[in-house]
């Protein structure tokens, strides 16, 4: 799993079937202090994330698969899965 930040959106009027319904989001990947730790992921959103929401996405097609409750594989590899309210870590 991965922690990151929403920072945008996207938008496709043409697009696979398995795409239909779904909501797209842009996700920087970071560090629990909010760095940027890897390339931007595109990732479909499960929970209702939105512009600015620290979140955690599951990284791994067959995850995306039983998550979005698909019944074949789907080109769909990254799923936000949860809103992180606050990261506590023992110092």
Known sequence: MIIGKV???IVST???????NL???LVQ?????????GDTLVAVDTV??????LVIVASEG????????F???VPIRSVITGIID?????S
């Open 7 to 9: 920072i945008g959106s």
């Open 71 to 73: 019944n074949k594989r």
């Open 23 to 25: 909501k797209i989001l």
């Open 62 to 69: 067959r995850t995306a698969t039983e998550i979005l409750r």
């Open 29 to 37: 990947p970071t560090d629990k202090d909010g760095n940027k730790t």
């Open 48 to 53: 209702r994330a939105g512009v600015g929401d």
């Open 86 to 90: 606050r990261v506590d870590t023992e």
């Open 14 to 20: 043409i697009k696979l079937d398995c795409y239909k």
